[in-house]
């Protein structure tokens, strides 16, 4: 119980899955090139494992970044026109009072 040279190697093998779970989040390509690359470095799972998870980390931000900026423009561009609907409206309701008065 709590053998060390026991534990040692399977918490290496957890940590490769892990890893190699993570690299599902990547595309294909990319996964086995990381996948290569990480065999031929000999690191230790954990190593590996953080790695992977830096990587796919950094990649999710990037799409998530993209989606935001797009709807970030999206929103202002529909938040103009609409601003620009009720000023028109706004003008024309103004003007229609005031040629009225006069």
């Known amino acids: 119980m709590g ?48 790695d992977v998870l830096g990587l796919a980390f950094r990649r999710q931000a990037a799409v998530v970044r993209q989606n935001v900026a797009h709807y970030i423009q999206r929103d202002f561009f529909f938040l103009g026109l609409s601003s620009s609907v009720w000023n028109c409206r706004l003008i024309r309701l103004i003007d229609g009072k005031w040629s009225q008065k006069m």
């Open 3 to 50: 053998d060390d040279p026991s534990r040692g190697p399977m918490m290496t093998r957890v940590c490769w899955r892990l890893g190699e779970i993570l690299s599902l989040m990547l595309h294909s390509d990319e996964r086995q090139a990381v996948r290569g690359d990480l065999a031929e470095s000999g690191e230790t799972g954990s190593q590996a494992l953080s």
